[in-house]
């Protein structure tokens, strides 16, 4: 296949590089310096995000763009999934990364895990976001299903003193300060400090955030140098999924508590540019950076489910007695009289004999450090009717990542107390037969170097190609300081991933703002350390991951083809587009059972084709603008996954595990088929600014579900094994009673709708009315184990809020 894509390549370069000698460059490649201004789509620009009171850029790109949706898997408004035509930037672990996320040309994937957080991007100070669509090889690694380009201001785009501040529903108050400048002798300065803090709309869900940016830099009549500064901090709680039976009892409901993440980040970049001659500029950058972040998760113990979990034997009794306990029941302490079980788990702690069955709840924590520093270089060279951009990048990574797991029980409020003594770590001594090891001491390396290049070629003044190929090699080190020396249990390994991606695009300027798209790239993405150590279906693992030594996964290559056409006119336009892209070797992560649990496997072949249709127009005081997305996501590759939450598993009897077998056209979970946005504005006058805008999806299948075909029987399988579809209707106002002075207001969710954004079938520990149930079925007994309720569980997503806010600029 490459080669064949090479041929087809060639011959597209050869009669254009004979013809085009003396055409003039309309447009010039999309890399990772120059960013994708030129030949990408800008979505947003500042003011754009200002007048839809975005809380991040995922949150903005998910109202308007084209193709794209969040899953708010981790319940919190910074932690969201950004989908775009079926590929995932997100900053969770255990989400499969299909997008490249660039801010001032330095990647803002995370060598770790390759996840993007939003929380630690400087919202308040992106001038631009753009997307190059489709496979984008020339932006490396995670570029399959196209590439995020954020530049961020200085001091000649953002001159002056500007202020904001804005409170609303659920105690939320966020504001902003920004200050830029520049003097006639080249010198130019920039900085802005933004702060975001929320009771949140659900219990235990307080999140705090601030971020501080500084920019100084020289611009001369051939050079240009640039220093900036970045620092976040974040404190999130985010309740994720929760089981939707006790979502229709309460929607603020949480499944179990804590789940807090905590980012300290830090970044340094230094840019620059020299125009050599006057077809000749060299770019450059350098970066270094540290992420350090820190979590702690409260969960159900999976283990504790079809238990006897209820009243303390003599041996537990004395060990309590022994200990100080006092207060535990002396006998007939059941099912039936204790929604809230301790006493069993507590001493079997203090035994170290077996928490890690009669103990129901577990509390993860886990500490990921990360330094990374690096840089590119390109040259560009204009001459003979095309632009080529020749360039090369090199990043070093260290990362250590600590966890371990302590047994708890919960609490009426499903929050999760750990309990202490000599069994308190799951760390595989206790007297057990199910004796796990979640604790994960890893250090890794990652080095990845890239070669690129992309050429634009004009044919006379109508066809224009573009043809780009990157060279990535990427090398991990990983090694084990808990069972070290490689083999089975441990961590260590050392692959090496590398490939060559082309791709080639044609753009035909048909008529007088008409223009045919032709484009057919290549792209790949090696498996992170992450990845590599959670691929076994046997070992499957908790988010963040308690990690075993398991086979290497093989790196995913993505192949892309689109064909669309735009009409452009002076008051409105129009685009269509048709594209399919194909994952070969694709990583996914599939459901292992309970909720947060499961393993990355290579799935074959997936793929993702659709069609999508946008548009927009003005006239007089209107505005407005659609667009409508058909994806069509599905398996290509038969493949028999862990089912144990679905109806329609092999299982011997109802309620038990088993597997389920996936079909090639079986949908991807989480992916809506349907996608619609419209948005509305109007000046009603000088001083007055209204907007509207609505996005509808359809609804998806959940994780577990990934055969399509779970029926709930009310009695061991609950809900629907999906979503529903939804739309959301959002509305805003801007009033200026005079220059530089804006008020704000808006509400999201106008009609206050009861939606969910993401799915997963798993077993559930609790009644319709949250009580804890150990064994809620007295048999039958199969291998020593009893069925177990499994139920959908749902991402809800927030109800109506307001906010208000204003803006003062100088």
């Given at each position: 296949m490459q080669g064949r894509f090479a041929l087809m390549v060639a011959a597209m370069v050869m009669p254009a590089v004979a013809q085009a000698e003396d055409a003039a460059i309309v447009v010039s490649a999309s890399t990772p310096l120059s960013g994708a201004a030129d030949s990408g789509r800008v979505l947003i620009d500042a003011k754009a995000l200002r007048a839809m009171q975005a809380l991040s850029v995922s949150d903005a790109l998910a109202r308007q763009t084209p193709g794209v949706v969040i899953n708010e898997v981790q319940g919190n408004p910074l932690q969201s999934d950004l989908s775009f035509r079926g590929y995932t930037a997100s900053p969770l672990l255990g989400t499969p990364q299909g997008i490249a996320v660039y801010v001032d040309g330095v990647r803002a994937n995370q060598p770790f895990g390759e996840v993007v957080s939003w929380d630690l991007l400087p919202s308040a100070a992106m001038e631009q976001v753009t997307l190059v669509e489709g496979a984008a090889p020339q932006f490396g690694r995670n570029a399959l299903g196209g590439a995020l380009s954020i530049r961020t201001k200085d001091g000649r785009s953002a001159p002056g003193i500007a202020a904001s501040v804005s409170g609303g529903s659920y105690g939320r108050l966020r504001g902003s300060i920004e200050a830029g400048g520049k003097a006639d002798n080249g010198l130019h300065w920039y900085g802005?400090?933004?702060?975001?803090?929320?009771?949140?709309?659900?219990?235990?869900?307080?999140?705090?955030?601030?971020?501080?940016?500084?920019?100084?830099?020289?611009?001369?009549?051939?050079?240009?140098?640039?220093?900036?500064?970045?620092?976040?901090?974040?404190?999130?709680?985010?309740?994720?999924?929760?089981?939707?039976?006790?979502?229709?009892?309460?929607?603020?409901?949480?499944?179990?508590?804590?789940?807090?993440?905590?980012?300290?980040?830090?970044?340094?970049?230094?840019?620059?540019?020299?125009?050599?001659?006057?077809?000749?500029?060299?770019?450059?950058?350098?970066?270094?950076?540290?992420?350090?972040?820190?979590?702690?998760?409260?969960?159900?113990?999976?283990?504790?489910?079809?238990?006897?979990?209820?009243?303390?034997?003599?041996?537990?009794?004395?060990?309590?007695?022994?200990?100080?306990?006092?207060?535990?029941?002396?006998?007939?302490?059941?099912?039936?009289?204790?929604?809230?079980?301790?006493?069993?788990?507590?001493?079997?702690?203090?035994?170290?004999?077996?928490?890690?069955?009669?103990?129901?709840?577990?509390?993860?924590?886990?500490?990921?450090?990360?330094?990374?520093?690096?840089?590119?270089?390109?040259?560009?060279?204009?001459?003979?009717?095309?632009?080529?951009?020749?360039?090369?990048?090199?990043?070093?990574?260290?990362?250590?990542?600590?966890?371990?797991?302590?047994?708890?029980?919960?609490?009426?409020?499903?929050?999760?107390?750990?309990?202490?003594?000599?069994?308190?770590?799951?760390?595989?001594?206790?007297?057990?037969?199910?004796?796990?090891?979640?604790?994960?001491?890893?250090?890794?390396?990652?080095?990845?170097?890239?070669?690129?290049?992309a050429d634009v070629l004009t044919l006379g003044s109508r066809v224009t190609v573009t043809l780009a190929g990157r060279y990535d090699r990427t090398q991990l080190h990983n090694r084990d300081q808990i069972t070290p020396g490689g083999g089975t249990g441990s961590l260590d390994a050392d692959p090496v991933f590398a490939r060559f991606n082309p791709s080639a695009m044609v753009d035909w300027h048909v008529a007088h703002g008409l223009t045919i798209t032709a484009q057919a790239g290549e792209s790949s993405r090696a498996p992170s350390a992450?990845?590599?150590?959670?691929?076994?279906?046997?070992?499957?693992?908790?988010?963040?991951?308690?990690?075993?030594?398991?086979?290497?996964?093989?790196?995913?290559?993505?192949?892309?083809?689109?064909?669309?056409?735009?009409?452009?006119?002076?008051?409105?336009?129009?685009?269509?587009?048709?594209?399919?892209s194909d994952n070969h070797d694709d990583i996914q992560f599939i459901a292992g059972g309970a909720s947060g649990f499961g393993y990355f496997a290579n799935v074959g072949t997936t793929r993702r084709q659709g069609i999508e249709a946008s548009g927009a127009a003005h006239w007089g005081r209107w505005q407005v603008g659609g667009s409508y997305t058909l994806l069509d996501a599905t398996y290509r590759t038969p493949l028999t996954l862990n089912g144990g939450s679905n109806s329609s598993n092999d299982a011997a009897a109802p309620g038990f595990d088993g597997e389920i077998a996936v079909r090639p056209g079986d949908r991807l979970p989480l992916l809506p088929r349907h996608l619609f946005k419209a948005q509305a504005g109007f000046d009603a006058a000088s001083w007055l600014s209204v907007r509207a805008e609505m996005v509808a999806a359809g609804g998806v299948y959940a994780r577990g579900n990934e055969n399509n075909l779970h029926q709930p029987d009310g009695t061991y399988y609950l809900g629907a094994g999906k979503t529903d579809a939804y739309a959301v209707v959002n509305a805003s106002l801007e009033i200026r009673p005079r220059k530089g002075v804006i008020f704000t207001a808006g509400v999201s969710n106008l009609m206050n709708a009861h939606y969910a954004t993401a799915a997963q079938l798993a077993a559930s520990g609790f009644d319709a009315n949250g009580a804890f149930v150990a064994r809620p079925f007295s048999g039958p007994v199969i291998g020593g184990e009893r069925p177990l309720v499994h139920s959908t569980f749902l991402a809800p997503a927030a109800p109506r809020r307001f906010e208000v806010g204003l803006r003062v600029q100088l």
């Open positions: 802005a400090l933004e702060g975001f803090q929320e009771d949140g709309w659900r219990y235990a869900s307080a999140s705090k955030a601030w971020k501080g940016f500084a920019k100084a830099g020289w611009e001369g009549a051939n050079s240009g140098i640039s220093l900036s500064f970045n620092r976040a901090q974040s404190d999130l709680n985010g309740n994720g999924l929760q089981d939707y039976r006790l979502l229709a009892r309460d929607w603020r409901s949480v499944y179990t508590s804590p789940d807090n993440t905590r980012n300290i980040a830090s970044q340094i970049t230094l840019s620059g540019h020299h125009r050599l001659s006057e077809n000749l500029t060299l770019s450059a950058n350098a970066f270094w950076r540290s992420i350090v972040t820190r979590s702690i998760n409260g969960d159900m113990n999976e283990g504790a489910l079809g238990e006897s979990l209820y009243q303390p034997n003599a041996a537990e009794r004395a060990a309590l007695t022994e200990a100080g306990y006092t207060g535990f029941p002396i006998s007939g302490e059941t099912q039936a009289n204790t929604a809230f079980p301790k006493w069993r788990c507590i001493a079997n702690v203090l035994l170290n004999g077996e928490p890690n069955e009669k103990c129901n709840g577990l509390l993860t924590r886990s500490s990921t450090r990360q330094q990374e520093w690096g840089g590119a270089v390109e040259l560009g060279w204009t001459g003979m009717g095309q632009h080529l951009t020749v360039g090369a990048s090199y990043a070093q990574a260290r990362a250590r990542f600590i966890q371990n797991s302590q047994f708890g029980y919960l609490l009426s409020d499903h929050s999760v107390v750990a309990v202490s003594g000599p069994g308190a770590f799951a760390d595989g001594t206790q007297n057990s037969e199910n004796a796990f090891d979640a604790r994960v001491d890893l250090h890794s390396r990652i080095s990845s170097l890239g070669l690129y290049a992450v990845e590599l150590g959670c691929s076994d279906p046997a070992s499957p693992c908790r988010l963040p991951n308690a990690m075993a030594g398991d086979p290497p996964l093989r790196q995913v290559v993505a192949r892309s083809l689109s064909l669309g056409a735009r009409i452009e006119r002076k008051a409105w336009n129009l685009r269509l587009t048709a594209f399919r």
